[in-house]
């Protein structure tokens, strides 16, 4: 069983950018989310997507958007970044459908430096 | 909105301690509730949860969680800590039809020998 990786590891951007990350679900996982997690706090629920299309969103402004593809891989990406974006961005994958709907299966992160 | 609450941000304790973790969620309907940890250079790992039926619920490594519904706590135990179990811990609950998960800020353990 294959887990929930996520590229790139590291990643540095200046003020302003646009970044792009990246996520793989674990195997049979059909729905994925993002979440924020910045320094010292607990992770912050971004948006979810499912069947290719956003599923709920947290309290993140629209330069916050993302793709889930055909193979339920799925991207973040961040528009005009900000200095306060940077943070470890984590991907969870999830099977819908029963209680395997409310397990989610982290990754190891991408750490984003906006400088 | 919901929130969850950890009041604990920092406990050192020595092998062999016992281990209870605070967490208070506010969210009047129904919850599933969780705990992940995080140990040093690692990702996040489910610990445990809770769905329905016994608010008293046991994960890996030992850990358990009680619900209590009425106190909307879900805390955390560990009869006798090792130093393996020096991470960081989250509490969580999926709302929003089972799409987010709040967590809490997270508490950090150092289990010193």
């Known amino acids: 069983e294959t887990g929930v990786t996520q590229s790139p590891t590291h990643l540095i951007k200046t003020r302003g950018q646009q970044v792009t990350l990246r996520c793989s679900s674990q195997?049979?996982?059909?729905?994925v989310s993002w979440y924020q997690q910045a320094l010292g706090q607990g992770p912050q629920f971004i948006f979810q997507?499912?069947?290719?299309?956003?599923?709920g969103r947290g309290n993140f402004p629209p330069r916050f958007s993302g793709l889930q593809f055909p193979n339920y891989s799925s991207e973040l990406n961040v528009n005009a970044l900000e200095l306060d974006d940077s943070a470890l961005y984590l991907c969870?994958?999830?099977?819908?459908?029963?209680?395997?709907?409310?397990?989610?299966?982290f990754g190891p992160g991408t750490r984003l430096t906006v400088t | 909105a919901q929130s969850v609450s950890q009041h604990n941000h920092h406990v050192i304790l020595s092998e062999a301690a016992s281990l209870e973790l605070g967490c208070n969620y506010s969210?009047?309907?129904?919850?599933?509730l969780f705990w992940y940890v995080q140990y040093p250079g690692q990702h996040l790992q489910l610990l445990l949860k809770?769905?329905?039926?016994?608010?008293l619920v046991k994960g890996i490594k030992g850990f358990e969680a009680e619900f209590i519904k009425s106190k909307f706590s879900f805390n955390l135990r560990k009869p006798s800590v090792q130093w393996s179990d020096t991470a960081e811990y989250f509490c969580?609950?999926?709302?929003?039809?089972?799409?987010?998960?709040?967590f809490g800020t997270g508490t950090q353990l150092k289990v010193e020998l």
């Open positions: 969870a994958s999830s099977l819908a459908g029963g209680q395997g709907a409310y397990e989610q299966y």
């Open positions: 195997s049979g996982h059909n729905t």
């Open positions: 997507y499912y069947r290719e299309e956003e599923n």
């Open positions: 969210y009047g309907g129904t919850v599933n």
């Open positions: 809770y769905f329905s039926g016994d608010p």
């Open positions: 969580a609950v999926l709302t929003g039809g089972g799409n987010k998960l709040t």
